[in-house]
């Protein structure tokens, strides 16, 4: 793949009947996110959502099946899972590195920044709330202001596949609808595909234009979310719900 192909605007991803297993329970993936769209992943704990991310990430491997990025095989060109980038629900952030620095990561592993490069991070610190606390450590900043830096982070890389495995789950109804809001922002100008795992049905529908239900390691419903909720959602979803979710 070339470097073209890993910035700018967002690519198809697919899961060409991917199985995989961390030991019994075979988990099967069979779905298609549309390039330059948000998909909301949703679904009961432990039925695959971060598996399911992880395998577009190619944090792990299917035991068959294909994952698709871009139209390129994962598995037969890895450096096609470049064009992705992820934020995790409790990120690992340096703690020895300060807010400016963590994002530059983003920007070069070894953090020898251009000029354009520091622009670049100015600008999503700013975007991401977080201008002035440039020089602070990840200690010295909350839960929700740390997880503003792994977006910032994000930001700066600018991939073609954004993940966003429960980002916000750990910040309050305002804040997360700030956080959302600035991933659409992102999202208008800039297009990329965005897999964007919630437990929240107002989150889906606020950002997501698609949604794709996960249910025991499988796709159980998918809908553009106009059409997902209507009437409460599909049966297996309807009852994640009603179970509290
Ligand atoms: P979700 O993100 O929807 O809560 P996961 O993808 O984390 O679900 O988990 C899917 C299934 O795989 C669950 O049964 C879970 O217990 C299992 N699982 C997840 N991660 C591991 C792991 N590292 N080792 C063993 N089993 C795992
Ligand atoms: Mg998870």
New binding site residues.
């Given amino acids: 793949m070339s470097d073209g192909a890993t910035t700018g605007k967002g690519v198809p991803v697919r899961l060409d009947k991917v199985s995989f297993s ?2 019994e ?1 075979p ?1 099967t993936f069979d779905v298609a996110f549309a390039a330059g769209e948000i998909t909301a992943i949703m ?1 009961p ?7 399911l991310l992880n395998l577009v990430a190619g944090f792990e491997t299917p035991r068959s099946g294909r994952v698709l990025i871009g139209g390129i095989d994962v598995g037969a060109d890895p450096p096609a899972a470049r064009a992705v980038s992820m934020v995790f629900q409790e990120n690992n952030l340096f703690a020895h590195l300060s807010v400016e620095q963590n994002v530059g990561l983003g920007r070069s592993p070894s953090l020898r920044l251009t000029e354009g490069d520091r622009a670049a991070i100015a600008e999503a610190l700013e975007r991401t709330g977080l201008g002035g606390k440039d020089k602070r450590l990840p200690r010295e900043l909350s839960g929700g202001e740390r997880q503003r830096v792994a977006l910032a982070r994000v930001l700066v890389r600018d991939r073609p596949v954004l993940l966003l495995d429960e980002p916000f789950a750990s910040l309050g109804p305002a804040l997360r609808d700030d956080m959302l809001d600035l991933v659409a922002g992102v999202h208008a100008e800039r297009g990329m595909t965005v897999l964007f795992v919630t437990h929240q049905p107002q989150d889906a529908r606020r950002i997501g234009q698609n949604v794709v239900f ?1 249910d025991d ?1 499988a796709v159980a419903a998918t809908g553009s979310a106009d059409d997902f909720f209507v009437g409460g959602g599909p049966e297996a979803f309807r009852r994640y719900i009603g179970a509290g979710a």
């Fill in positions: 961390y030991g329970a988990l679904g704990s432990g039925s695959g959502k971060s598996t996960l390691g």
